[in-house]
């Protein structure tokens, strides 16, 4: 570009030469070259806008392009992903301590119909009443022909059955797989495992919840996909599970009872091996909840943890070892038990109104005396008796990680009274599972620590706080080893396993106040080997009845603890517990001194 | 000199395009076998629940006692029972070694008619 002057000479001059203002000439020149800047400005502003618009055109052409394409296209998942963490969608499976499946998922079909498509809804109809027997052909016309545009037809249909549905050959009826839950042992530990139904359905999956059981109680754990099919793993050994509900419903039925529970529990980690509560239920096919009448009736029913039952003498052995924790007696401390015993106006009596005049402490465990435990009861006092049967978990429902377990809360007096707290102390006036039972015995058994029972498999003992004193819970042990020697259980003797137990035998109270005459709670729990016992066993019978004597005999000594002798004697040997030697005790030799 | 950049600068274009071209058919394949061989997963995980489900079903406690009853006479199963451990004193004490054979005795006969084979 040539850069003209401002005041060129060529027509200054001349301009002078005329008398005119050169200025002018100045003037004109600037205002010319200011206007060429400015044009020039201007078009490079243009230019710059054309292509910002340009880009903008491009960038908004682009996204929309991709977008108007995302909206258009089939979705696909990315191909070309490595595979981490597995995700499962199935629930995941239950299996007992060993590893034994106890609940699976088994893939089915569920048959569904859309009406509008049918070519023959007659023909199907009665194709399908054929194929199932509980569907009527009236009513699956009526359906068919109707308004209805869609409709289940059957939830769960076996493979046969689908086969048979496709050969009907009508396009309106479909299929939609479904994952249900398999029970593969049947009626084994159907108390524990409880069931499962579905929730939410849709045509191509349904979802599968817990109704009860562990299968409730743990069902987010169940359903969580994170999981990745970790199985759930309880602490029940399907063996001895099979082995003592065999045992039980045998015993069951020697006894006439209508009911019966057992409940056996690893002392030092709390793992309940087997829990049985007869009569029972196949989980594949679970019954539906009683409407009427009794509800401890239904096989529903846990007798276990749900089965709150005053349990009657058992309980004796824990105002014993209370008393010998506290320093009150010793184990051969002599206390009269002769009547008449009255407390708070309540004559307190005798089994069979018998009198066993003066027992040592261990005497009155293994004669079971009423007045002997109540006497006890009474040197304690109340406060501290509470107190200690609730550090032993006999106040609260048990952690027991099935649902049913927070039903089974115990019956406490309302006013703990003097005579409450005679009448506790051997078992009447508080109502507990066999459930509670079993981890009291537990505590007594492992030397003193408070057990919570757990489903769940446990690698290492609990060490829960120390309820009472170790020589207390050796001198408990003692005690109930000499009930089953001497005492009201010596049918419960197993060689080599020195069981040590006591009997309760109670009085099942009427629905509107009072007690039968005739109708008795037979309870008996144990621990095995007495010495060093590993094991705890509580088994319960819902009015027995023993009819090979002349008279009828319902105490626990004649029905429950043959049952649990013979339990002991199954289960023992799969546990891997060898019959041992009972060490004798030292009778004559005191240690003084150890150095 | 600028010609023979050009041609060399060509051939390097088809060359890499024909390459890429071969990846790419490359990898669809790949991707279609890494396809099925999730598919076989899927349905071998499938079957193998099936077959767990099954082999737990088969092996019931219910089933294996009702065929232990059935089997007695040929298997004679009977439960464990705490009597079927064994007891040190019920082993034998080993048997005295015999003494060496020190004066050997030459002994000589016939076998009778009915033992002869």
Known sequence: MTRTPLRPLARILPARAAGEN???????????????????????????????????LAAFLTVGLRMGLLATSEPFEPRASVQGAAISALRADIVDRNGRLLATNFETHALYAQPPQMIDPAGAARGLAAIFDDLDEKELLEDFTGKRKFLWIKRKISPEQMQAVHELGDPGLLFGPRDMRLYPNGALAAHVLGGASFGKEGVSAAEVIGVAGVEKQFDDYLRDPANAGQPLRLSLDLTVQAAAEEVLYGGMKLMNAKGATSVLMDVHTGEVVSVVSLPDFDPNNRPRPATTGDQSDSPLFNRSVQGVYELGSVFKIFAAAQAVDLGLVSPSTEIDTSGPMKVGGFRIGEFRNKDYGTLSVGDIIVHSSNRGTGRLA????????????????????????????????????????ELSSVTISYGHGLSTSPMHLAAGYATLANGGYKVEPTILKQSVPQRGPRVISESAASAARDMLRKVVTDGTASMAEVPGYAVGGKTGTADKPKPRGGYYEDKVIATFATVFPAHDPKYALVVTLDEPVETSGDKPRRTAGWTAVPIAAEMIGRVAPLLGLRPGVEPKSLADITLTRSN | MRTALYILTTLAVIGLAFWAYRENYATQAALNEVDTLHADIRAAHSRLAVLKAEWAYLNRPDRLRDLVDLNFDRLGLLPLRPEQFGHVDEIAFPAPPLPPVTDAVETSGTLSAEDRP
């Open chain 1, 378 to 417: 009474l040197q304690i006092g109340a406060e501290r008796q509470q107190e200690f049967l609730k550090s032993l978990g006999f106040f609260e429902a048990t952690p027991f990680e099935i649902v049913e377990a927070q039903g089974g809360k115990p019956l406490l007096p309302d006013r703990w009274t």
């Open chain 1, 22 to 56: 050169p200025d002018a000439i100045e003037r004109e020149n600037t205002a010319r070259r200011h206007a060429e800047m400015h044009s020039q400005m201007r078009a490079r502003a243009e230019g710059r806008l054309l292509v910002l618009g340009v880009f903008f």
